[in-house]
């Protein structure tokens, strides 16, 4: 008859870190992580955004001081700058989201709002008048009529570009949508900074994108486990670029 194997106990443990080393090798699934889940990198940055106008461009007083309107809310150019990595072969873009650009105070917020390709926009009219929130871009062509205040409607974004937005009854609202198919995007702080986490190693095109400049582009290559440092520098104009 044949007896029970009985191992002693150095066999024991032996066995053990055998079997906790396959674990190893086959990814502990249980604690979120696998063994062979490729190594990332890092890039983060400074951006900085310049005037292109001359220092001597000449600038006219419309008003005197005792009737002239009250100047405009300061603008932080920063909060409409976004940075974005071209697409690559193999790494697809980030999941859609439904993002929101709210009619608020006659003005679109935010002025620029960057989304991936696919998501959808809901447009809120959140002021007591009415509104109509329309485009002409080659990258989406919508008009949504007139809604009054508390009403949303919304637009499905599924091609990478500018779309420029517009109101047919107040003409001096605007705003930019910037619809990206790559890898990665980020908006920078109030101080300028950005990051972009979970890069797999190699090189990549970012680009710098204002809604009043030409893109920026920059070459950068990642490393695994590294942080890569690339710095900015947009200059803008008075008026956005001419549409492509």
Known sequence: MDRPLRLHTNSRRALWVAIGALAL?????RHGW??????????????????????????????????????PPPSNELANVVLYLEPTRDLPAPA????????????????????PVHSTVDFPNRDRVFHNVFSLSRTKTFDLGRYPRNESKSVQLDRAG?????????????ASIVVVDGPAFAVPDSAGRYAMNGLPGGEYT????HDRSEPVRRTIRIVPGETTRLDVRIPIADSPPRAR
Do not use: K, N
Not at 25 to 29: M, S
Not at 39 to 65: C, H, K, M, N, Q
């Open 96 to 115: 859609p989201v439904r993002a929101q650009l709210e009619q608020r105070d006659e003005r679109f917020d935010p002025r620029v709002l960057v989304v």
């Open 34 to 71: 696998s063994a062979a889940a490729p190594a990332t990198g890092r890039i983060e940055g400074l951006v900085t955004v310049s005037s292109a106008l001359s220092a001597r461009r000449p600038r006219f007083r419309i008003y005197d001081d005792a009737g002239a309107p009250p100047p």
């Open 162 to 174: 500018v779309v420029r937005v517009f109101c047919h009854i107040h003409a001096d609202m605007s």
């Open 206 to 209: 970012l680009i710098g994108w």
């Open 25 to 29: 090798l086959a990814g502990d699934t």
